[in-house]
């Protein structure tokens, strides 16, 4: 049952997200094209930990975190490895999205 | 620690202990970045050291490029009144950033010196985090450095190899002295 504390917490958590969301928005105006998709990952694995600190966490997403925290800065070293795990990431979602709610 | 192993040692520190940073090693590592080059010596920065751990999550929520949460930065910023004063449409626009960077190197390398790890970060919004710090118009954000203790030092990046990039007393020599 969410509490008020749940509930002011949350709100911190999901401000600061928005802060990150509209700060990046404005960077990626000037910034190489490459950390559009970078940043987009790592919104991601943002928004595990904000549903982590919310209690929504579970294995699948602690393990997506990993591999998002152990594959992102390719994208500084292996733009190539990085837009695989990309699109390696985007397949297990579509099965997990497939397993969790059809 | 001699320069040339601080050079080679220094890595950009995305996760941090949370171990603070000292007063003292905080000095010492701002006390680095006044002794940095100044274009016409007209030293137009200002540094703002922060290790209140709100004001740190608060620029970050406006920061993309900064990870983790270090237990220290610093705002270096060009002081654009005394680099338009002193140093004209030059030094506003090409001196002061010159300068900066040259501080952060100076920062980062004591930092690695003291056992510390640093990133410089770029991609923050300065709008935003003039605000938070309370700066003057004139006053505007250029770099932050996290300051903190690795919790994870990652391996060295590939570097461009020197003959690739140094060509030697001109153009279209590139490779080494002896080659050519």
């Known amino acids: 049952m969410e ?3 749940d509930a002011k917490k949350a709100r911190e958590l999901l401000f600061r997200y928005l802060c990150y969301l509209v700060s990046s928005a404005a960077g990626l105006v000037d910034e190489p094209a490459l950390y559009g998709p970078f940043r987009l990952v790592d919104a991601a694995e ?3 930990d904000i549903m982590g600190e919310l209690g929504l966490g579970d294995s699948f997403l602690t393990e997506l975190r990993e591999c998002i925290v152990r594959h992102k800065e390719k994208v500084m070293t292996d733009e190539q490895g990085f837009v695989a795990f990309l699109d390696q990431t985007v397949r297990t979602l579509a099965d997990e999205l497939t397993r969790r709610f059809d | 620690m001699e320069v040339q192993e601080a050079i080679r040692r220094r890595r950009s520190i995305r996760r941090y202990t949370e171990e603070r940073v000292t007063h003292e090693q905080l000095q010492t590592i701002l006390e680095s970045a006044i002794w940095a080059p100044s274009g016409g010596n007209i030293q137009a920065w200002l540094f703002v050291a922060v290790t209140d751990e709100r004001m740190i999550r608060d620029i970050k929520a406006f920061a993309p490029g900064m990870f983790g949460l270090p237990p220290a930065l610093v705002v270096a ?3 654009l009144e005394r680099a338009r004063a002193r140093g004209g449409r030059l030094g506003a626009e090409v001196l002061t950033i010159c300068d900066l960077s ?3 190197q100076n920062m980062m390398l004591v930092a690695c010196s003291l056992g510390l790890g640093s990133c410089v970060v770029r991609s923050f919004n300065q709008t935003a985090v003039s605000r938070l710090l309370g700066l003057p118009a004139s006053i505007r954000p250029e ?3 996290t300051l903190g203790t690795p ?3 990652p391996p060295a990046p590939p570097r461009r190899p020197l003959e690739e990039v140094v060509h030697w007393e001109r153009f279209g020599s590139a490779g080494s ?4």
């Open chain 2, 177 to 180: 002295r002896e080659g050519r």
């Open chain 2, 151 to 153: 919790a994870r030092i």
């Open chain 2, 102 to 104: 040259m501080a952060c």
């Open chain 1, 3 to 5: 509490t008020a504390l």
């Open chain 2, 143 to 145: 770099l932050l450095v």
């Open chain 1, 46 to 48: 943002r928004v595990i």
């Open chain 2, 77 to 79: 910023c060009a002081d």
